[in-house]
Each structure stands twice: as C-alpha cells, then as structure tokens.
C-alpha cells in the first residue's frame, strides 16, 4: 500500500462495522468517509494477519499496526529488497518506483506486491532522514543559504576584528557540500558565492533553491516572490530556475538547513581556535576542511557524500557555460535634459532623442549598457577615475540646436539674476569638452536661486569668481558654509545713512574750532 495508513482507532471501526454489525465495504467507507478500496485492504490485512475484532481490541495499537504493517525486514517469509539500493536508485532522475518493483519482481518472482514494496520503501525512507517528505533527484535541485554564525577575521596592522560571512550550497540527492567566506551578504557576494558553487560542483542544477534573503528575492511572497534582476541574469546565464522557499515552510530548504547545521557543527567548531588574519586564509582552512567532510561515511547508508555525488549527482547536471557569470548590476533611471545617465556619480550619453524618457542601466565590473524595454540603446566603457563624462558623438543633437535648450538660454538666464551668475553659469560651460555636457551643472547652478533666493546666489556667484574657482560644486559649497553671508562690503556700503541724531565728522571738526578760539580768547 503506497498511501499513508490511517490511525489503529479507524481500523478498528472498521473492524467493527463489518464483523460486527456485518456492512459492507462500500456503506463502512460512507460512514467513515475513506475510499472503499481502503476498506477493502486494510479488511484483507486483518484477515492475513488472523486478526479479529476481539483480537484487535484486546491488544495495544502497536501491536495492531505490528501486525497488519510488517516492518521492512519482515514479510512472512519472502524475499526482502536490498532497501538501501533501492533508495539510491529511486534518487536518480525518472527512475521510479514502479520500474524499481519490476527489476526486483524480474528477478524474486516470489516477491512483494507492488503496494506492499512500496509501503515498505516509504517506512525505511523515513527512518533514513525523518524530517525529509520529499524525494530529491539527481541533479535536480541545489539549496544555498548563510550560516547564522560568523567567523572573525583580526586585521594584524590595526587589531580590528572584522567578521565573515558563511555561504552554504548543498545538492539535494548527494548531500554534497559546498562553503565558503564572504565579506557580506550583498548581492554581489552572493551572486559570486554562487557562480563558485557551481564550479566547485562542475555543473549546474535544474533548479536553485534559496531562502528569502532580501539579495536574491526582493520582494518575498507565498505563492509569486519577485527575484532580484541580476539573480535572475545569472539564472538566465547558467539556463537554471530560481525557486525560492515559501514563507515559513521550513522543509522547502531543509537539505540546506541540515548542511547549514554540519557546517557549523562540523567544520567551523573545528576552526574554533584557530586566528585568521585575511578572508583568503580563512578560506584555504575551509576548502581543506570541505575535503574531509564530504569524505566522511554515512551513518545510516553506504558511502560518503562524495562517493553519492560521483554516482547521482555528477552525471546528472547540466554541463557550465562556456564562461562564467560576471556579475551586473541593475539600476532604472530617467534621461536628463543633457541625454545623459548617471551610474555611481559618473555620466553616460544616450542619443539625445532619449532625452526624459525611462530606461535601465546593466554595469559591470568594466561596462555600462543602457536599455530602453529589451533594446540596448547604448554601451560605455565603465569610469572609475578622471572626466565625470561619458559621450559619445552619435549621441550628441545637431550641431545648431540642442533640444529646445540652447546653452545660450541658460546663461541668459543667470543674467537676468546678475553678472556674477551670468560669468558662473558661461564658465561651466566651457569647462566641458561638449557644451551639453555642462547643462546638468547650470541648471543645478540656477536652480539654487529658487531654493535659497537670488540674492544668496548673487554672493556666493561673486565669491567664487574672486576665489577663482566659478564652478556649481563652489558655488553649492559657498552656500552650505554660509560664506556669501561674510562678504566684505563696499566703500559705498560702508556709508553710514544720515539720520538727525548722528553728527557726523563735519560737526567735531567746528566743535574743535570753536574750542580752540575760546583758549586764544582767555
């Protein structure tokens, strides 16, 4: 019987209705609400087992289900499959349980029915691994998660104990392991803890099952968890699936869960002592120590978890790309006025017919690509250091027209505040290798007239011209520092307003006078 038997309280109703009060199987299963046929087997059982209704009720429910569920190692004297290799082969793809009875009925025609044979099987399989409800196939999936444990790495110049992270992979069929450090969980340590995972296995899973960590799943969900647009990339680059475990079922990741536990119950309890200066030491330890762990025997089956992983595993995974996932990083932003977009505070030109629109930039380690929906509208090589800008000459707009914004126009524009703006906004402009590439400068530049008022800017405008220094992050500085609000005035500033009650310079030079001819007169 394949199914899961129901409790020794039933069967012994059924029992009941039918010795005693003499139903049938089929009224038994309406009144009890089970399906006739497993009325029917679980009557044939008692009958084979000699068990009456006084028999069943005068003995525990132990001893009942004993005797209508005969253990693995018993079967009234027919041949018993060789249960552990059949569990092997039943974790290789599309071998199932049917075919595995036939082999076994081809060569013990004496043998187990097919439903008992796969009772039996699903009793022993539970006592392999009692928390596991799922059969895990060759190659099929590989989970991956953090430990919650830590280890310390001690800087040797500063003493200054930083601590690393600890990624787990573990493929389903083979429990075969994979760890490694890292600096943090971020995207890009875990979407490269990944990509040496695989390596390290030598070929790729049908599936990859992670927790949700907000890395990978930026959005969890029971049923439709948004994955992150570069774990996605890198699902799309080694043709795998990304399936996030549900929120709070445990047993979806439970092969990681149990990997997680060995790593740390195993491997880092035996680093303990140990005092790592550098993240490479740490992982050097840690590779050694993978070597014995995966050589270790079973307890309950044959073979270690490497003799398992060259037998399921191995033959089953999908062969690695013909070179590996560099990692990108995703980003949706909005072309400005100048037709560029701004990556990581540097500046990449679009055609100027882009100009407001919508679009999403790919970077990577050494490029930029911009996209509109599926379509690459452009590429740059990635700055690091130098001009803020990237351009390039098919972007730019006709040489007599920028837009419906001329540069003419902005700087009329600081004009109209005052000359000192005016000078600022010009010099902008031609500091730039490409006069649109100041346009983003400018409009901050005047912008900062509607935020703090014309006047400030007027100040700070003058300030920087007369430090030589007339550019918008000056300017901007001025301002934040409240220098514009210092400036030295003028000697026409300086003039006091005349008022009846202040004298003046005039007043003490005839006091003084008339002083003097009052002495000459005595």
């Known amino acids: 019987m394949s199914r899961k038997h129901i ?12 010795q005693s009060k003499g139903l049938s199987p089929r009224a038994i299963a309406g009144i009890l609400k089970i399906g006739r046929t497993t009325v029917q087997e679980y009557l044939s059982r008692a009958k084979d087992a000699g068990i009456t209704l006084e028999i069943a009720e005068s003995i525990t429910e132990d001893d009942l289900e004993n005797r209508l569920f005969k253990s693995p190692g018993v079967s009234a004297g027919r041949p018993v499959p060789d249960w552990k290799a059949i569990h092997l082969e039943h974790r290789k793809n599309s071998i199932t349980l049917q075919v595995l009875w036939e082999e076994y009925k081809a060569a013990e025609s004496d043998g187990l029915s097919y439903p008992y044979f796969c009772d039996l099987y699903r009793r022993f399989s539970r006592t ?15 989970f991956v998660d953090y430990c ?8 040797p110049a500063t003493g200054e104990v930083l601590h690393a992270e600890i990624f787990v992979a573990v493929l389903g069929a083979s429990n075969y392991i994979y760890a490694e450090a890292t600096w943090s969980q971020q995207l890009s340590d875990w979407i490269s803890s990944h990509v040496k995972a695989l390596e390290f296995f030598g070929g790729v899973p049908r599936a990859i099952v992670p927790d949700n960590l907000k890395p990978g799943v930026t959005r969890p969900g029971y049923y439709d968890p948004d994955i992150n647009p570069s774990y996605a990339e890198f699902a799309r680059h080694y043709d795998t699936t990304i399936l996030p475990a549900r929120i709070r079922k445990p047993k979806d990741k439970a092969k990681v869960e149990a990997g997680v536990q060995v790593v740390q119950r195993w491997l880092l309890a035996k680093l303990r002592h140990r005092r790592f200066h550098s993240l490479e030491s740490l992982n050097q330890a840690i590779r050694e120590l993978l070597m014995t762990l995966n050589d270790r025997p079973f307890r309950k089956l044959e073979g270690s978890r490497r003799l398992l992983f060259a037998e399921l595993d191995k033959p089953a995974l999908a062969p690695l790309p013909a070179r590996p996932y560099e990692f990108a990083a995703w980003k949706t932003a909005k072309v400005n006025i100048d037709y560029h977009v701004e990556f990581k505070k540097f500046f990449y030109s679009v055609s100027w017919r882009e100009a407001h629109q919508k679009v999403r930039i790919r970077a990577t380690a050494t490029t930029v690509e911009v996209f509109k929906g599926d379509q690459r509208i452009a590429v740059h090589v990635r700055k690091y250091i130098g001009d803020r800008y990237s351009t390039l000459e098919e972007h730019m707009p006709p040489r007599h027209q920028f837009l419906r914004w001329p540069p003419s126009k902005l700087v009329a524009m600081g004009e109209k505040i005052g000359e000192p703006v005016k000078a600022v906004v010009e010099a902008v402009f031609k500091s730039k290798s490409h006069p649109e590439q100041g346009f983003r400068a400018a409009l901050g530049l005047l912008r900062l007239a509607r935020v703090l008022g014309e006047d400030r800017l007027l100040n700070a405008c003058k ?6 220094s007339p550019t918008y992050k000056s300017v901007k500085s001025i301002l934040e520092t409240g220098q514009d609000k210092c400036l030295s005035t003028t000697a026409e500033e300086q003039k006091l307003p005349v008022h009846e009650n202040i004298r003046g310079a005039a007043y003490y030079q005839n006091s003084e006078e008339s002083q003097n001819a009052s002495t000459t007169n005595h």
């Open 7 to 18: 409790s020794m309280r039933k069967i012994k109703e059924v029992l009941r209705l039918n």
């Open 128 to 142: 392999v691994d009692i928390s596991m409800r799922q059969i895990h196939k060759a190659g099929d999936k590989m």
């Open 148 to 155: 919650g444990q830590t280890v310390a790495i001690i800087n």
């Open 463 to 468: 300030k920087a011209i007369s430090l030589g």
